[in-house]
């Protein structure tokens, strides 16, 4: 079954440091990988996508993410937080292909707390 | 509307009651989901729809939970005999199709608590 793992339960930053948030998924075959992200009240929502091409996708605010294909990784960075940046991470895959495809497998969820 | 609505944002329920938790997709969405998100969790997988039918319902937990989508837009999830342990957010969402490159896009949720 596909799983997958998100290393840090809860990351602690002050506002212009680099971030980098884990994310393992244990799936043999053609997988779609995404990070979303909850901000305080709010729903989740796609900060970034990766299907083919391209291991490097750059999402929305300043985030990206690589995809290693022998890691079985898709870890995100941003460069420099900001105090705004303060919200749960959830890494989520899917299978490339099959009737339920589109059924999303999430991570447990990193919480992230930036320092002003 | 513009996004996913779920109603209600919160319920309480006694041990062994029926609860019901809608879903409203975004208009012209022909898949909507079903996640259950428990404390400290991330979202797992409920339910699937296709349309009206339940595509693949493999995640409900037990025969207590049902869905229905009757006339392929609004859902609503059933559960009878609510346990403390159903007590959870419940999270909906829709894409255009039900491919695995489609964005999903996520309601608030529903808080459930049984006491």
């Known amino acids: 079954a596909q799983s997958v793992s998100q290393h840090n339960h809860h990351v602690i930053l002050s506002e212009a440091a680099s971030l980098e948030l884990g994310c393992n998924y244990s799936?043999?075959?053609?997988?779609?990988l995404f990070w979303y992200v909850q901000y305080p009240g709010q729903h989740l929502q796609l900060l970034l996508k990766?299907?083919?091409?391209?291991?490097l996708v750059k999402g929305i605010k300043g985030f990206e993410a690589e995809f290693i294909k022998s890691k079985f990784s898709f870890n995100l960075r941003k460069p420099s937080v900001q105090w705004s940046d303060t919200a749960e991470y959830f890494c989520?895959?899917?299978?490339?292909?099959?009737?339920?495809?589109?059924?999303?497998?999430f991570g447990k969820g990193t919480k992230l707390s930036v320092k002003p | 509307g513009a996004g996913v609505s779920q109603t209600p944002s919160n319920k309480v329920t006694e041990k062994g009651k029926y609860v019901e938790l809608r879903c409203d997709p975004i208009?012209?969405?022909?898949?909507l989901y079903w996640y259950r998100q428990s404390l400290g969790q991330g979202p797992e997988f409920l339910i699937y729809f296709q349309g009206t039918g339940a595509a693949d319902d493999s995640g409900l937990p037990n025969d207590r939970f049902f869905a229905v989508r009757p006339e392929g837009s609004v859902s609503t999830l059933k559960i009878q005999r609510t346990e403390r342990g159903d007590s959870a957010v419940y999270l909906c969402?829709?894409?255009?199709?039900?491919?695995?490159?489609?964005?999903?896009?996520f309601g608030q949720g529903t808080r459930l608590t049984v006491v």
């Open positions: 969402a829709s894409s255009l199709t039900h491919r695995g490159t489609t964005e999903a896009f």
């Open positions: 990766y299907f083919s091409g391209d291991p």
């Open positions: 208009s012209g969405h022909t898949a």
């Open positions: 799936y043999g075959g053609t997988v779609n």
């Open positions: 989520a895959v899917n299978a490339g292909y099959g009737g339920s495809q589109g059924n999303l497998i």
